[in-house]
């Protein structure tokens, strides 16, 4: 059992970044795997706030940020950003269901991808430049981990919009046990948890962002069945960009608190 839940994460590892992992494949192993997701955005997150952490020796904050983003999107290949860029593509305009998933198909970025882009990254590197170095940490930490639980927990409640025959990881177009959302939502409190016993005073932020991402998957997914009738890959990126960006948004908020 312990050594399955292993080998889910290094599968979990294996889909969600650029790590080398050589753990064998089968399908069924993807889709277990989504429990473990919080997991490693939780690794995402140390290694952007430990690359935050070094260059803020070194150089001026806006510096220390950028590097710091820069070392997340290299970890994940841009994977979620993708997602994001596709999602504002397919849905900025007043498209049908149908158009906007051949959208999603389409490799190329197209105007509402690039902005929202744009302004994602934007935003991101504002809140973080405006928190004192802990509190960026944390909150990378926090916002890269719950963001990807909310992800999870739209694959567990929404069907999958496209057809699944030609979903490009079949194994999570299909939904996920309530088991492995519980596990994802361990995961979330673990880091919630160890922050708050860093920090005691945190506790209310930490409170908050978890409430953000409860409201935050919410949204999406309303959004997704209104305008999809479910979700698709790139939406689920969009989910944990849109979310991450929002727990960011609740530290700056607290911060003068």
């Known amino acids: ?48 706030a430990l690359v935050l952490w070094a260059a803020g020796l070194l150089f001026p904050p806006m510096v220390a940020v950028v590097l710091s983003m820069m070392a997340t999107v290299l970890l994940t290949g841009a994977f979620h950003e993708d997602g994001l860029a596709d999602t504002c593509d397919a849905l900025g305009g007043a498209v049908s269901r149908e158009r906007a998933l051949e959208i999603m198909k389409d490799s190329r970025i197209g105007t509402y991808g690039a902005v929202g882009l744009l302004l994602m990254l934007s935003l991101k590197a504002a809140t973080l430049v405006a928190l004192p170095v802990t509190w960026a940490m944390a909150a990378l930490l926090l916002a890269h981990t719950v963001s990807r639980t909310a992800a999870v927990a739209l ?82 990126g969009a989910t944990q960009q849109l979310i991450e960006l929002g727990v960011l948004l609740a530290w700056v908020a607290w911060w003068p608190r």
Not at 4 to 19: K, S
Not at 175 to 189: D, E, K, N, T
């Open 1 to 48: 059992m312990i050594l399955h839940e292993l080998r889910l994460i290094g599968v979990a590892l294996q889909f969600l970044t650029r790590v080398p992992v050589r753990v064998g494949f089968d399908p069924l192993w993807l889709n277990q795997s989504a429990r473990h997701f919080p997991l490693v955005g939780a690794l995402v997150g140390a290694v952007g």
């Open 155 to 236: 694959i567990r409640w929404l069907p999958y919009a496209g057809n699944v025959s030609q979903a490009k990881a079949k194994p999570l177009a299909e939904r996920i046990s309530g088991a492995g959302l519980l596990m994802a939502l361990v995961w979330s409190g673990l880091a919630s948890a160890a922050l708050v016993a860093w920090q005691p005073a945190w506790w209310p932020v930490v409170a908050t962002s978890g409430l953000v991402a409860v409201v935050g998957a919410w949204a999406c997914g309303r959004w997704f069945m209104r305008r999809l009738g479910g979700i698709t890959g790139d939406a689920l």
